[in-house]
Nanobody, 121 residues
Framework: QMQLQESGGGLAQPGGSLRLSCAPS????????MAWFRRPPGKEREFVAA????????NVADFGRGRFTISRDNAENTVYLQMTSLRSEDTATYYC??????????????WGQGTQVTVSS
């Protein structure tokens, strides 16, 4: 079993930045692809970004390109989502996910509990 713990959410102003972290435990994450998904209020869960086991392959949803960056530090067993130029529509609960297979669909085996991001002035 793997447990995923997100952190770094909170309140940000439009145009501001936040960095989310995901710290897997129970298993070493460097054999797993990692991803971030989000669920905006009243909407379906959607893909945000994914990163391969080595970190050599990344994919960011269209709404996040140029603003969001996914990265991982396998030595620290942590995955990050750096979010800049935040918009009100980025308000959502953000979830970290892990799976042996790299994907942009919510087929990941392991999920965190989520961290709330609210973008508001």
């Amino acid at each position: 079993q793997m447990q995923l713990q997100e952190s770094g959410g909170g309140l940000a102003q439009p145009g501001g930045s936040l960095r989310l972290s995901c710290a897997p435990s129970g298993r070493t994450s460097n054999t797993y692809a990692m991803a971030w998904f989000r669920r905006p209020p009243g909407k379906e869960r959607e893909f945000v970004a994914a990163i391969s086991q080595s970190g050599g392959i990344t994919n960011v949803a269209d709404f996040g390109r140029g603003r969001f960056t996914i990265s991982r530090d396998n030595a620290e067993n942590t995955v990050y989502l750096q979010m800049t130029s935040l918009r009100s529509e980025d308000t959502a609960t953000y979830y970290c996910a892990a799976d042996r297979a790299f994907s942009t669909t919510p087929t990941y085996e392991y999920w965190g509990q989520g961290t709330q991001v609210t973008v508001s002035s």
